[in-house]
C-alpha cells in the first residue's frame, strides 16, 4: 500500500474509534504496519520522576519489563527523554546501527532493551489541549526508519493523541478521593518547587518514601505527573 493510502486508512479507523481502548487498538495495527511491536502513550518525565510505571498512561510493553526498568531506576540513565523535551519533531533511533541521535545507553539499559527486543524507535513530542505534555513510542527491532516513514507516523500519532485526547476530556470524571494529610503535605512542597529530596530532608523521610505519596496522590487525583497533580491540587483547593 502507498504511503497515502496506508496514511488515509490507518486515520480513518483512529477517527472512528468511540474510546480509549478503540484508539489503543488502531494504534497497535499502526505499530505493525511500520514494522513495530509495541506502542507506548506516557506522560513526559519531569526531572524529579525516578520511575517510569507511574508515567504510563496506556502500553503494550510486557509488564516485566516495566518492573525490571523501575527495579534497576533507569529513568534517569535513559537519554531519549531530554532529547525529546529539546525537540518538537519526531525522532526515530537505533542502538543497533548508526542512527542513534548520540544517544548514549549504559550495559543495564542495554542489556534490558536488547532482553526485551526494544531495539528501535520512534517517538513524538505532544501537548494536550489542557497544556500537558505526553510521549508516544512506537518500539520493536526493524532498521531506523527513513525520514518518509517518520513524517507519516508522525502525523498518525498526532492524529491519534488529537482522538484519544478528546475523549479524555470528554470522559465523566469520579469524585476524585480525599488525600492524606502527609499526601496533601508533599504536594504543597512540590507547588513551592522542592524536589523529592528537598522534602525528604524536611520532612525527614527517604525520597522513596515521598515519590511513594506523590504517585499516591496522582493516582487519585487521576493525573500523569507532577505539574499536573499541583494544577489538579490547586484548582479543586486542596492546596493555597
Known amino acids: 500500500m502507498i504511503t ?30 511500520f514494522g513495530f511491536r509495541h506502542v507506548t502513550l506516557l506522560a513526559s518525565p519531569d526531572p524529579d520522576d525516578i520511575l517510569l510505571a507511574p508515567l504510563i498512561v496506556e ?7 516495566i518492573r525490571e526498568f523501575d527495579r534497576r531506576r533507569l529513568m534517569r540513565r535513559c537519554p531519549l527523554a531530554s532529547v525529546l523535551i529539546g525537540s518538537a519533531l519526531p525522532v526515530s533511533w537505533s542502538a543497533d546501527h548508526d542512527h542513534n541521535h548520540n544517544l548514549e545507553f549504559d550495559a543495564q539499559t542495554m542489556e534490558l532493551l536488547r532482553r526485551y527486543e526494544i531495539m528501535s524507535s520512534a517517538a513524538m513530542p505532544l501537548h494536550s489541549v489542557d497544556g500537558n505534555r505526553f510521549i508516544m513510542r512506537f518500539d520493536g527491532t526493524r532498521a531506523p526508519l527513513n525520514q518518509p516513514e517518520l513524517n507519516e507516523l508522525g502525523m498518525i500519532a498526532l492524529h491519534a ?7 479524555r476530556r470528554h470522559e465523566p470524571r469520579p469524585t476524585a478521593p480525599a488525600l492524606t ?6 504536594v504543597r512542597w512540590t507547588s513551592q518547587g522542592k524536589t523529592s529530596n528537598e522534602i525528604g530532608n524536611i520532612l525527614s ?17 487521576d493525573c500523569v505527573n507532577r505539574t499536573q497533580l499541583v494544577a489538579k491540587a490547586i484548582r479543586l483547593k486542596l492546596i493555597a
Open 181 to 186: 494529610a502527609r499526601e496533601l503535605e508533599v
Open 59 to 65: 502500553t503494550t510493553w510486557p509488564r516485566d519489563y
Open 161 to 167: 493523541f488529537d482522538v484519544f485526547d478528546r475523549l
Open 4 to 33: 497515502l493510502e496506508r496514511q488515509a486508512a490507518l486515520n480513518k479507523e483512529i477517527s472512528s474509534s468511540e474510546s480509549h481502548p478503540d484508539v489503543i487498538s488502531a494504534l497497535k495495527k499502526v505499530a505493525v504496519e
Open 205 to 221: 523521610l527517604s525520597d522513596h518514601t515521598i515519590n511513594a505519596y506523590l504517585t499516591n496522590a496522582i493516582r487519585k487525583l
